[in-house]
């Protein structure tokens, strides 16, 4: 069964407010094997609504739509369903009563204007509402274009109405109506160190269409996310269809694979650092803070994480202390060997384990004017430094994010191929 969810409201098309409906209920429709085929937002034209229902009616078995059921003018879906079905509007005294105790329940008295809320296409089902005064819409339409009719589901606009409509009223009539009940299970798989389209010509025929599972491919601030569908008759099933898919993923990609669900590199480089036990700093300039941001902000990051500093160019910005340790003296320069002596430096001045340190865009040496600017990034260990270079050409605000992703990809590489060991500086004490 495919389905259609439509958004009613003028304040969800002119972006005065966010519809997060559309999303909870492909949610909750993809429980019992219903696949969203199509989402729709559209504005308080009763018009526009009648077209909206009429598309929605020919290219999907469900439509579920939520909004426009209010008593104010601008409330339209009763009357747009009314119209979409040929059916005339007829009074249901029950629905009355109801709203009539709930306002007495509040000690007011009801407004006329909620009248309109008791009228209902006459081919309808009323759906109680026990929160709120809107209740809901059931009815079958017939279609144009070819046989049979779509089910279509009116809800309240209101989420926390319109959740307890779907899991009280509206879930148990669908799994009723399915003959055979499927089950679509989803799972994400994030990488990062290649391109959207490196990354799918190395996945091959898993992301051709028509694969079951099915394995759809985004890119987000340079992390690439694989999205893994499945349906089946029962979870079991499903689970297994996304394991095998979820196996060959990680043996075709190998370690661009950092991580699952909604963890992000940062996540997994201060999970790494508590697992081995080791310390981190970091100097920064492109990146102006994001490194230590991102670090700081999880739960716990004070066992790993020692500090850093974050420093500016040319000859305004703040100078190292070339007194303290052999800091190197002057601004943070873009030169490559400068930035692998400022993660020593770091190392040492913090008494961390690791050290990152990230430059200044700049061009090689070898390299014309024409060429894009990089950013040497490094990183120090006991064992040496490591340096790299991130190439520089956009908007700076995406690009300081994504260098500090590559830093601290660098960074979960190195733990990943390293054996735990015991910090090194505890044996400085």
């Not at 389905?3 to 003028?10: H, N, Q, R």
């Not at 009648?50 to 020919?58: D, Q, S």
């Amino acid at each position: 069964m495919k389905a259609e969810i439509i958004s009613i409201g003028s304040e969800l098309t002119s972006g005065q407010n966010l519809d997060t409906n559309c999303q909870w209920l492909s949610l909750r429709l993809a429980e019992l094997g219903i696949a969203a085929g199509f989402h729709t937002t559209v504005a308080d034209d009763l018009e526009d609504n009648i077209a909206v229902l009429r598309a929605a009616v020919e290219r999907a078995e469900l439509v579920v739509a939520t909004g426009g059921l209010g008593p104010t003018q601008d409330d339209l879906t009763r009357e747009a369903l009314a119209r979409l079905a040929g059916a005339e509007l007829v009074f249901h005294e029950p629905t009355l009563r109801h709203i009539e105790a709930m306002f007495a329940r509040l000690g007011r008295t009801m407004p006329d204007r909620n009248r309109v809320q008791a009228y209902f296409p006459v081919t309808s089902q009323v759906i109680p509402n026990p929160v709120g005064t809107a209740p809901g819409i059931w009815m079958e339409v017939a279609r144009r274009s070819q046989p049979g009719s779509a089910i279509v589901v009116a809800m309240p606009g209101v989420p926390s109405e319109m959740f307890r409509m779907f899991d009280q009223e509206v879930r148990p009539r669908l799994e009723r109506l399915a003959a055979r009940p499927r089950v679509i299970l989803r799972r994400k798989i994030n990488c990062f160190g290649a391109g959207e389209s490196a990354v799918e010509e190395r996945l091959g025929d898993l992301t051709r269409r028509g694969r079951d599972p099915e394995v759809g491919i985004t890119a987000h601030d340079a992390t690439i996310s694989l999205r893994i569908t499945a349906e089946a008759a029962t979870l079991d099933e499903a689970r297994t269809q996304i394991d095998a898919t979820a196996h060959e993923i990680y043996a075709r990609l190998g370690d661009l694979v950092f991580a699952e669900g909604d963890e992000d590199i940062h996540h997994v480089v201060a999970r790494l650092l508590r697992q081995s036990r080791m310390t981190l700093s970091a100097v920064e300039a492109f990146t102006g803070g994001l490194l230590t941001a991102r670090l700081t902000e999880i739960l716990g990051a004070d066992s790993c994480f020692r500090g850093g500093w974050v420093s500016g160019l040319g000859e305004d910005s703040v100078s190292l202390d070339a007194s303290d340790r052999g800091t190197p003296h002057g601004p943070l320069s873009a030169r490559a060997d400068e930035v692998t002596a400022l993660a020593c430096w770091c190392r040492e001045r913090f008494r961390s384990d690791l050290a990152l340190a990230v430059g200044w865009p700049c061009r090689l040496r070898d390299e014309g004017a024409d060429q894009p600017q990089v950013v040497p990034i490094a990183l120090a260990t006991a064992e040496g430094t490591e340096m790299r270079h991130f190439r520089v050409a956009g908007d700076p605000a995406i690009l300081r994010s994504r260098c500090a992703k590559q830093v601290l990809n660098m960074l979960r590489l190195y733990l990943q191929k390293r054996p735990p060991t015991p910090p090194i500086h505890e044996k400085r004490d």
